[in-house]
């Protein structure tokens, strides 16, 4: 008999998760961020919102571009900016204040999702939702989501999902999503920089390597075949604009779909079609490797470490 799946709740006072039934294989949770709220809390009185404006008399106030603030030389040996001119965040490029108070200002909302599969669940979500609060967010929602019955389907139908919640749920509340594998934990500050128009993650594997010895899918029968491409972006973390993040996940979504009617499997799955998407439509924002890091490598370029990948015992957590 199949699992059903089920629902949780977070307790943000007390020990953290309950489980509503014995059935659990995988959800999608859905965090929704009010930095109106999160940062009113911690920054209001110490950064006067009206700061950011510049105003001449009577003359309309204009709100600075906080991307022109960025510092792209501030980071000696690490690309700081794409060749289509998108920044590449890295610690000691941007004020934080200064992000902060424009989100204060705009009342800004975000959505942040994060898939949960199987007994991942019993794993890793606990400790990401924990230290999300702690880093990310204030307030969350569990959405359940259908069972599969293999880890790669999971991960690969998680863009439909993501799609469907978007557009059932978080259009109404927010402006910008994040979407996050729950196997990581927040170390540091995951701030208002991050945000733009469409988000993508340099995979700290690679983002020193030559790209020839990118992964990416080199399958002619795939959707997701690449010959050559800009970086390699990693699909434990992309986010943007609601419309942005729509368009990746249902072009993610259905050239999956086109590849299991040809018996394909593109090689990383659905990080290989977010690399096709990626390729084609540039994403407009990168965030450095910091915010998503391995442990083990070192590496002198890594100042601050804001999200790692957690521990990995694929055997015991994936099934089929």
Known sequence: ???????????????????????????????????????????????????????????????????DTLNFGARKGVETRTSWKAPIIWEGMFDPNLYDQKHIQNQTSVALTVFAVGRYLDAYLKT???????????????IPVEKHSRWQDISMMRMKTISDAIESDIHHHCKYVFCF??????????????????????HAGYY?????????????????????????????????????????????????????????????????????????NKPSRLLSPEYCWEPSIQDKDIHVIRLIWAPKNYDRLRTG
């Not at 950011?52 to 003359?59: F, G, I, K, P």
């Not at 990401?128 to 569990?142: D, I, N, P, R």
Request: proline share 3%; hydrophobic share 40%; charged share 20%.
């Open 1 to 67: 008999m199949a699992e059903t799946p089920t629902g949780l709740t977070f307790n943000r006072r007390a020990s953290g998760l309950k489980k509503t039934s014995a059935g659990i294989f995988c959800c999608l949770v859905v965090l929704v961020v009010s930095c109106t709220f999160l940062y009113s809390r911690y920054l209001t009185s110490l950064f006067p919102v009206e700061n950011l404006a510049v105003t001449n008399n009577r003359e309309p106030t204009q709100i600075m571009n906080l991307d």
């Open 181 to 202: 594998d729950v196997d990581q934990e927040f170390k540091g500050r995951f701030g208002s920089e991050a945000l733009g128009d469409s988000v993508a993650l340099l």
């Open 128 to 142: 990401f939702l924990t230290s999300a609060e702690q880093h990310f967010m204030l307030g969350l929602k569990v």
């Open 208 to 280: 020193k390597a030559p790209n020839n010895s990118y992964t990416y899918d080199r399958n002619p029968r795939s959707k997701a075949f690449m010959e050559t491409g800009d970086y390699y972006y990693h699909a434990a973390l992309f986010g943007g604009l609601l419309e942005n993040v729509k368009n990746l996940t249902n072009y993610c979504f259905l050239n999956i779909m086109e590849d299991k009617l040809n018996n394909v499997e593109a090689l990383w799955h659905d990080e290989s079609h977010l690399n096709k998407y990626f390729w084609i």
